[in-house]
C-alpha cells in the first residue's frame, strides 16, 4: 500500500494512494483510507504513480540501449522487432519488471506475432494468417502498404496487423489511415500530423527516440499540431497495450495488473493543446487526473525505485 502522492488513475481522478495484492491493483483512493487499511503503508512523499511506459516499436540493431536502461527510464513493456537470435538477446538481459512482447521476422511457421518490412510484405502473395506487424520506411512505401491493405481489411484488422511508421506521414495518408483500422506506431520527434490523425480515428501508440519517454510526450504536445497530454499519454500506455492485443492494460484501476511506475515531478497540471503555446492549468475543479509539466523550461519526471 502506498499514501502521499498522486495516482493516475480514471478510477479517481483525485487519488492520492494505491495498494496491490498477487500482482494486481486492489485500492485506489484517499490516504486516510490507506492507512486504515494498511498501517504500514508507504509514504511516497509527493512522488507520482502512472501506468508503465510502452515502447511500442523497437527495431533491434547495434545501436538500441539496453533494456536494463530501457527499464530505467520507465518501461514497464516493449515492443521488440526483430530476428528470433536479436530478441532473444535482448529479452535475456532484461530485468524483472520490464515484459518483451517479441515480433520475430515472418516464417512459415509463424502463429501468433511476427513483424516484415513493407517491401516483402507487398511481394506476399496471401496475407499472412498471424498478428504482423510491418516496418515502413517512406511516404510511397506507405502509400502502396494502405493500397495493399484495403483489399483485404477485414483480415488485416482481424488478425491486429500494425504499421511502424519511421518518418514524418505526409497528411495526404491521414484519412487512408484513420480508415484501415489498423493500428500505427510513430515517432513524435519527427514532425507528424498527430491531431489529424486522431481526428480521423487513427490508432495512434509511439516509438521513443528520445531519452526520456516524457520528452516523447512532450514533442507531441508542443508544436503545430500538438495533442493534449491526456491523449499524448494514452499513446504511450494504454493505446499501446490495445495494439498489441492487450485491451485491458495501461490503466490504473482496482483489478488492472499492477502495473506501475513511481516518478518525481515538478508539479502536475492539466494541459489542453494550443499550436502557439502550451497551456497548463493546476485547477482541481477539472476533474481530469493530473499530469507532469512538460514545458521546456520544466525538468522532466525521474523514475523513483517503488
Not at 483512493?29 to 512523499?45: F, R, T, V
Not at 518483451?100 to 518490412?117: C, G
Not at 490504473?252 to 497551456?279: C, F, S, T
Request: hydrophobic letters at 45%.
Amino acid at each position: 500500500m502506498y499514501f502521499g502522492g498522486d495516482v493516475y488513475s480514471s478510477a479517481d481522478p483525485f487519488a492520492t494512494a494505491l495498494g496491490h495484492t498477487d500482482g494486481k491493483v486492489s485500492f485506489i483512493g484517499s490516504d486516510e483510507a490507506a492507512k486504515a487499511l494498511d498501517p504500514e503503508a508507504i509514504n511516497l512523499a509527493e512522488d507520482f504513480l502512472t501506468p508503465g511506459i510502452v515502447l511500442a516499436g523497437l527495431v533491434l540493431d547495434a545501436d538500441t540501449a539496453s533494456a536494463q536502461r530501457l527499464h530505467d527510464q520507465g518501461y514497464t513493456h516493449v515492443h521488440a522487432l526483430g530476428t528470433a537470435e536479436a530478441i532473444a538477446r535482448f529479452a535475456a538481459d532484461a530485468p524483472q519488471g520490464l515484459l518483451i512482447v517479441d515480433y520475430p521476422e515472418l516464417s512459415s511457421d509463424s502463429s501468433v506475432r511476427a513483424s516484415t518490412t513493407a517491401a516483402d510484405f507487398l511481394a506476399l502473395e496471401t496475407l499472412p494468417e498471424t498478428q504482423l506487424f510491418v516496418l515502413v520506411d517512406s511516404n510511397e512505401r506507405l502509400g502502396a502498404v494502405l493500397e495493399r491493405l484495403r483489399t483485404d481489411a477485414a483480415h488485416a484488422q482481424r488478425h491486429g496487423y500494425r504499421l511502424l511508421l519511421g518518418f514524418s506521414i505526409d497528411e495526404g495518408h491521414v484519412e487512408a489511415l484513420g480508415r484501415s483500422g489498423v493500428a500505427i506506431t510513430l515517432d513524435p520527434a519527427l514532425p507528424q500530423p498527430l491531431s489529424q490523425l486522431l481526428v480521423a480515428g487513427a490508432q495512434v501508440s509511439f516509438s521513443h527516440s528520445q531519452s526520456s519517454p516524457w520528452a516523447t510526450v512532450r514533442s507531441a504536445v508542443v508544436g503545430e499540431n500538438g495533442i493534449g497530454a491526456r491523449a499524448a499519454f494514452n499513446a504511450t500506455t494504454r493505446f499501446a497495450h490495445r495494439a498489441a492485443g492487450n485491451p485491458d492494460g495501461g490503466v490504473l484501476v482496482p483489478g488492472a495488473d499492477a502495473d506501475i511506475v513511481r516518478w518525481r515531478v515538478e508539479r502536475l497540471v492539466v494541459q489542453v493543446a494550443d499550436p502557439r503555446v502550451a497551456a497548463w492549468s493546476t485547477d482541481p475543479r477539472s476533474g481530469t487526473p493530473g499530469l507532469p509539466e512538460l514545458a521546456p523550461d520544466v525538468p522532466l519526471p525521474t523514475r523513483i525505485a517503488l
